[in-house]
């Protein structure tokens, strides 16, 4: 099953608003990381924050994580048509060669 | 441009027939990955390596073989064996399995 859930599944925003994705998991992490996936593209890494962090910028972009309540969020402010794609949040497993367990996704609709 | 280049871009199966996707990397990447995403869905791990000529199955490798005996190349072969083939297949690399994932753009599957 997957690690990750997200909400919501899927939001749609105007240009110039903010947007925020939440994701909770399941079990202890060593860090979470998001990703975005334009329609029918591979995935492409946003930011990491790590277990010991609770709030990481980038950019428009900042994450927070709760690891009392298993939870992260990830804010895009001033958003842009451009931003329209699905995010993902994903932990990884180190004992497991590194592989990533990702939640559903939700997919951003930015509308110009 | 260093990357991860994923062909052919869409591939159709006939019954009974096994099938190969290319994976090719020039980032000097030690690890890399095999996922499988279904629509709507995040993505789940079919095979990942960590060295050259060594491979370990992941959640959902039924059906699914794999080879690792070049650093930069990582093909997958969807076998007879995989009943529910049709899905978008995605290959990514990393530095090791500590760090972020990069993604190719993926193989679109499809039984004739």
């Known amino acids: 099953s997957q690690q990750g859930e997200e909400d919501p599944q899927a939001l749609s925003i105007q240009e110039g608003e903010n947007a925020t994705m939440n994701c909770s998991y399941k079990?202890?992490?060593?860090?979470l990381q998001w990703y975005r996936q334009n329609s029918g593209r591979g995935l492409v890494h946003l930011i990491l924050i790590r277990s010991n962090e609770r709030e990481k910028h980038s950019g428009r972009l900042r994450v927070t994580l709760d690891t009392s309540k298993k939870s992260s969020s990830l804010l895009i402010t001033a958003s842009r048509a451009a931003d329209t794609a699905s995010y993902f949040c994903a932990t990884p497993r180190y004992n497991q060669g590194g592989k990533l367990i990702f939640g559903q996704g939700t997919e951003l609709s930015v509308k110009p | 441009d260093g990357g991860i280049t994923q062909s052919p871009k869409y591939l159709f199966r006939k019954e009974g027939q096994n099938v190969t996707l290319s994976c090719e990397q020039n980032l000097n990447h030690d690890a890399m990955y095999w996922y499988r995403q279904d629509p709507g869905q995040g993505l789940r791990l079919i095979y990942y390596s960590q060295i050259v000529n060594d491979f370990q199955k992941g959640d959902i490798a039924e059906g699914y073989s794999v080879s690792r005996e070049k650093k930069e190349s990582f093909p997958l072969t969807v076998t007879s064996a995989q009943k529910n083939p049709t899905a978008f297949y995605l290959c990514?690399?990393?530095?090791?399995?500590?760090?972020?994932?990069?993604f190719g753009d993926g193989t679109r599957l499809s039984i004739l």
């Open positions: 990514a690399s990393s530095i090791d399995r500590h760090q972020p994932q990069h």
């Open positions: 079990t202890s992490i060593n860090n």
